[in-house]
């Protein structure tokens, strides 16, 4: 029974090591997803203006870091139970392998003793020797033996819980992380594609702009050239107004044609001013239609940087993320 309880505290003690080092070999491994989400929240820092926001992505982002955080936390804690629980079932084997040498002494000699046969160079032994030579009754002997069987099977058994807890643990981690992996990707993705629908709504509105701004520049060059062809029917009606107040004494009269010129250079100024409210109207409209493009442009520039953040380097390093359960410690 000794020998047999021996066997299995030593089959034990193995198989919690095995474990403790696939924890540790673990604990290591989390180490690279733990940098990739770093690396995520630090890169989408570099967004610009309004797409610097707390959105899904940072968030589910946030709850990844917590959960490979929370972990290794667990990872090293029963690193650490593995550690005190080897220590124990090390003192027990040390203890229960004290006993069995004892026992293989103890019965070598018995068997010696067996074997002995009437031999005339055999020594004599005092007496006071030979009474005291016992020290232990055979009830304490073999109750000696029987707690060190009790507290090694008890060692035992605490020693396949913490097998058993730290396997949940092996087993669940990768579930959970790669769940997790999952749907962070999830958030990339629906981000991605409203960050693209935005920025061809941009390029759409953009492009509308630039005509819109083509033409008002070709309705202010019309309007200029209209003003343009006023300036000399106007010095020609002005003229002939003027050189009409140089009739003498009673043909400077107000006549039909004194009215009639009269009418053109009003006529003509009324034009002239309505092209010039017209010029200043397009000249104002151009200078929105300009400043909308710029903004437009910086929109898009925004968005492309944006996108090139979470499409190109966050989902770059997501690709290099353990993608099993074996790259995660999940392997026996």
């Known amino acids: ?152 099977e008890s060692e035992r058994a605490a020693s396949l819980h913490q097998r058993r807890v730290a396997d949940e643990l092996l087993k669940f981690a990768p579930e959970d992380l790669w769940r997790k992996y999952i ?15 935005a920025r061809d709504r941009l390029q759409c509105n953009l492009t509308q702009t630039q005509q819109e701004i083509f033409h008002t520049e070709l309705l202010i060059e019309k309007i200029r050239a209209a003003l343009w062809a006023k300036k000399s029917p106007m010095r020609v009606a002005q003229f002939r107004l003027m050189d009409r107040t140089h009739r003498p004494t009673l043909e400077l009269c107000h006549d039909t044609t004194q009215i009639k010129l009269i009418n053109e250079v009003q006529e003509i100024q009324d034009t002239v001013h309505h092209l010039e409210c017209e010029l200043k109207r397009a000249e104002e409209t151009r200078a929105q239609l300009l400043r909308t493009k710029t903004s437009l442009e910086r ?3 925004v968005k492309g940087n944006s996108l090139f953040i979470d499409r190109e380097r966050c989902m770059g390093l997501r690709r290099s993320y353990p993608m099993s359960h074996q790259a995660l410690g999940g392997h026996p």
């Open 1 to 152: 029974m000794l020998r047999s309880e021996t066997d299995d505290m030593f089959t034990e003690t193995t198989a919690l090591n095995k474990l403790r080092e696939r924890l540790e070999r673990t604990l290591v491994e989390l180490q690279r997803p733990l940098q990739v989400v770093q690396q995520c929240l630090f890169q989408r820092e570099k967004r610009m203006d309004r797409d610097l926001v707390h959105d899904e992505v940072d968030k589910q982002l946030l709850q990844e870091e917590e959960l490979v955080r929370s972990y290794q936390l667990k990872m090293k804690e029963q690193i650490e139970k593995s550690n005190r629980q080897l220590a124990e079932n090390r003192l027990v084997l040390c203890n229960l392998g004290k006993d069995l040498d004892d026992k293989w002494e103890a019965q070598y000699i018995d068997e010696k003793c067996y074997k002995l046969r009437i031999m005339g160079n055999l020594s004599y032994f005092p007496n006071e020797t030979l009474s005291n030579i016992t020290a232990l009754s055979p009830e304490s002997w073999a109750k000696s033996t029987e707690q060190n069987i009790t507290h090694s």
């Open 299 to 301: 929109d898009l520039l």
């Open 183 to 197: 749907t962070v990707n999830t958030a990339f993705k629906d981000r991605i594609s409203d960050m693209i629908e």
